[in-house]
């Protein structure tokens, strides 16, 4: 069985200034199949940035990355999140 990597684009809510603790309300909130391998932030516009999120999961998941965005969409400071890729991990 194959993992795969969801690149995943978290915009955070305005009132969020600490991107490190969003990171770990969002690994709190995933079941221990989800695994976040590598995170970056990215700025969009004047001051405002969004978080990137590489995360690992067994590729057979059921839903595909239903459960990942819906799961991280509730976390308290996330004002909306975009699957931008998903590819096998090597």
Same mark, same amino acid.
């Given at each position: ?45 004047? #001051? ?14 059921? +839903? +595909? ?8 969409? #509730?976390?308290? #400071? ?13």
């Amino acid at each position: 069985m194959a993992d795969v990597i969801a690149l995943v684009k978290i915009y955070p809510s305005e009132d969020v200034s600490d991107m490190d603790s969003l990171v770990r309300r969002i690994e709190e909130s995933l079941p221990n199949i989800y695994r976040v391998v590598m995170k970056e932030t990215v700025e969009i516009a004047y #001051g405002y940035r969004a978080l990137v999120l590489y995360i690992r999961f067994p590729e057979n998941t059921e +839903g +595909g990355t239903e459960e990942l965005e819906t799961r991280i969409a #509730g976390v308290d #400071g996330v004002s909306s999140v975009e699957i931008e890729a998903v590819t096998r991990a090597l």
